[in-house]
C-alpha cells in the first residue's frame, strides 16, 4: 500500500468499502463467539471509548454491537448531568449501568469527562479535576479487582481530518445532530484537549486498567483495528454450547390470519 512521505498509518491510502466490510464481518463472528462465551463464563465487559470530536467513536460502537442481542450488549450515552447528579460522588451516576453476569456495556464517553471537555471547557474546577485523576484509578481497581474486565479506549483523529469531518457534518441534515455548540467551542482547544489527554493517561494508565491509543484517522481501519484488539485480549474462550435441534415443522406453513378487522398497510411504493 503507497504511503505518503508521513508514515504515520492516518496518511495511508484509505480502506476501501468493500474490503471493510469483508473483514469486518468476520470480525463480528467472533464479537458474538465472545458474547456466547462470556453468557457461559458469566464473565462482564466495560469498554470505555473515548477520544476527539468526530473521532468515530458512534461508529466503532455501531461496528462492534449492530450484529449482536441488545439484550447483552448496550451502550451508555449520558447526558450532562441534572442537578441532583452534580451533588452526587463523581462517580455515582455510572455505577447503575455497570454489567452484570454475561453482558458488555460499551461507554460512548464515560467518566472520563471531567478529564476532558469538563476540564477544558472549565466545567469543572481544577480541584476537581485533581480529584478526578486520584480517584479514577482507585475505583477502577476496585472494578477489576471484582472481576469485570475493564478495557479503555482513546481514538485519535488529526486536526485536519477533524475539520473534514465537521464541515460534512455542518453539510449534511442526517448528520447535524451530531454537532453542538460544544462541538465548535472545541475547535479552538484542539491543543487544549491534548494536553489535557496527556496528563489524563499519565494519571491513569495503570497496569490493572491499561489505555490503548489507536489511529482513526481512516475510520474503518480504525474500527477494525479496535475490534480486533479488543478480541485479543480474551483469547481463552472456548466452552461447550449446547446445540440447537431445528424438527421439521410437521404441517404446511401457514398463511398470517386476522381475526379482526385490522390489516396491514399498504406497502410502500416509491413514487406514491
Known amino acids: 500500500m503507497k504511503k505518503s ?3 504515520r498509518p492516518g496518511n495511508a491510502e484509505k480502506l476501501d468499502k468493500a474490503a471493510y466490510l469483508q473483514r469486518l464481518e468476520a470480525l463480528q463472528v467472533e464479537v458474538n463467539d465472545v458474547a456466547r462465551w462470556m453468557l457461559s463464563a458469566g464473565k462482564r465487559l466495560v469498554v470505555v471509548i473515548e477520544g476527539r470530536d468526530t473521532a468515530g467513536k ?3 460502537i455501531s461496528a462492534f454491537s449492530e450484529r449482536m ?3 447483552q450488549c448496550r451502550t451508555v450515552a449520558l447526558s450532562k448531568p441534572g442537578e441532583r447528579e452534580l451533588s452526587q460522588w463523581y462517580f455515582q451516576r455510572y455505577l447503575p449501568y455497570l454489567p452484570a453476569a454475561g453482558e458488555i456495556v460499551l461507554f460512548d464517553r464515560s467518566w472520563y469527562n471531567r478529564a476532558g471537555v469538563e476540564r477544558v471547557m472549565g466545567f469543572c474546577s481544577p480541584e476537581q479535576t485533581k ?3 486520584k480517584q479514577a484509578p482507585v475505583f477502577e481497581k476496585m472494578l477489576t479487582d471484582d472481576g469485570v474486565l475493564l478495557f479503555k479506549y482513546w481514538l485519535t483523529v488529526d486536526q485536519e481530518e477533524q475539520e473534514k469531518r465537521f464541515a460534512e ?3 449534511d441534515p442526517l448528520k447535524r445532530w451530531k454537532l453542538s455548540p460544544i462541538d465548535l467551542q472545541a475547535r479552538a482547544k484542539y491543543a487544549d484537549y491534548g494536553l489535557a489527554r496527556d496528563a489524563m493517561l499519565k494519571a491513569t494508565h495503570t497496569t490493572n486498567a491499561p489505555w490503548t491509543l489507536v ?3 481512516d475510520q474503518r481501519s480504525g474500527r477494525l483495528t479496535m ?3 479488543i478480541l485479543d485480549r480474551i483469547p481463552n474462550r472456548k466452552f461447550t454450547e449446547t446445540p440447537l435441534v431445528f424438527p421439521p415443522l410437521g404441517h404446511k406453513p401457514l398463511l398470517e390470519r386476522f381475526g379482526t378487522g385490522l390489516r396491514p398497510v399498504k406497502a410502500f411504493q416509491q413514487g406514491k
Open 69 to 71: 442481542n441488545p439484550r
Open 131 to 133: 480529584t478526578f485523576l
Open 5 to 7: 512521505k508521513d508514515q
Open 58 to 60: 458512534g461508529g466503532v
Open 169 to 171: 457534518r455542518l453539510s
Open 215 to 217: 489511529d482513526f484517522n
Open 227 to 229: 475490534i480486533r484488539h
